[in-house]
């Protein structure tokens, strides 16, 4: 059991990086500065990289939820222009029950197989590890008072989420990954788990500074997390699409309204309500975990697409910590 329950946060009022003293170069671009760089969520749902019909996942789709998807391919683009060393991804199906463990395995590889949606993601991955900022991460949040473990497995099989939301971020793979378990029982919540976070969020900050990395920080949750257990004929006809219902609807929007207007901070107080109000996906941490790593930054935040899947809500949204210095 961690001996970090609760710590204070600290002002960590959010400055651009174009104000820092580094000068631009010579053509007059701006800085290429160590950091974390930018904060985003990235919902996992199956069912968008199966409408892709990417070469790697076996199953042929005819589309659908199109406006997310629209979503990540800007997301993409915007991620090649910050030109990252890394992205840190923190997903919610890679369950630790005891601890927060970090994947240390240098070329994870593998077929990944959806447990609830197998007709939908049969995907042959492969990908590298930032084998130093793992193990940097996991030893400062062991520092930091966490419970943690590297994780060393060759075989380990990486779970559906990681992957869906890995692909939908870069699906060339051409990016240095870092992913972490969360630790938490998905039957039971309680908000030492996301004090918990915040502290892992601390200590992923610190480890990507000592290493002067540029990084990205993927925080893999949906929002509203009510959802249907029927599934039509052909999973991707629109017409059966929508909320589940409208109470459901209204929370998200509610908490997309802080995002949109940069009220990061008043989140940290929201997403233990808006848990309890929807069964949000964030109370596995990993929305807790990214803005914690950002130093909740007041000011930004976009909401770049809303849209339900199987009744959940989802968004992808970003922080931007360099916008306007590119």
């Known amino acids: 059991m961690s001996n970090v329950f609760r710590v204070p946060v600290g002002d960590r009022t959010w400055q651009r990086r174009g104000q820092s003293a580094h000068s631009p170069d010579a053509q007059g671009d701006a800085p290429r500065l160590p950091g974390i760089v930018a904060g985003v969520l990235a919902p996992h749902p199956p069912h968008l990289l199966y409408a892709e019909n990417p070469p790697q996942n076996e199953p042929r789709s005819e589309g659908g939820w199109e406006v997310l998807r629209w979503a990540y391919e800007d997301l993409r683009q915007r991620i090649r222009a910050m030109d990252v060393d890394v992205i ?6 890679w369950i630790t029950m005891v601890g927060h463990h970090v994947n240390c395995v240098p070329n994870p590889r593998g077929f990944s197989v959806e447990p609830i949606f197998p007709h939908l993601l049969r995907y042959e991955y492969a990908f590298h590890t930032d084998v130093e900022l793992a193990e940097a991460i996991a030893d400062q949040a062991h520092d930091d008072g966490l419970v943690t473990r590297k994780m060393r497995n060759d075989g380990v099989r990486v779970d559906y989420a990681t992957i869906t ?34 502290v892992l969020g601390e200590s992923t900050r610190k480890a990507i500074e000592s290493l002067g990395r540029r990084a990205l920080v993927a925080g893999s949750n949906s ?12 999973p991707e006809d629109m017409t059966y699409e929508h909320a589940y219902n409208h109470h459901q609807y209204r929370w998200d929007m509610r908490f997309l309204e802080l995002i949109r207007q940069g009220r990061t901070r008043e989140l940290r107080d929201l997403i233990p309500e808006h848990i309890d109000e929807t069964e949000s996906e964030t109370k596995a941490g990993s929305l807790t975990w ?22 959940t809500g989802n968004a992808v949204c970003l922080w931007d910590l360099e916008k306007g210095a590119r």
Do not use: C, K
């Not at 840190?88 to 199906?93: D, N, R």
């Not at 990214?290 to 009744?311: D, F, K, N, Q």
């Open 165 to 198: 939301a890995l692909h939908l971020l870069n699906p060339d793979w051409d990016i240095p990954v870092v992913s972490l378990s969360a630790n938490n029982n998905p039957y039971f919540y309680s908000t030492s788990s996301l004090d918990q976070m915040h």
């Open 290 to 311: 990214m803005l914690s790593a950002l130093g909740w930054p007041e000011g930004i935040g976009e909401v770049l697409a809303y849209g339900t899947v199987i009744g």
């Open 223 to 234: 929002l509203s997390h009510l959802h249907w257990d029927r599934e039509q004929g052909l």
């Open 88 to 93: 840190v991804l923190h997903a919610p199906h």
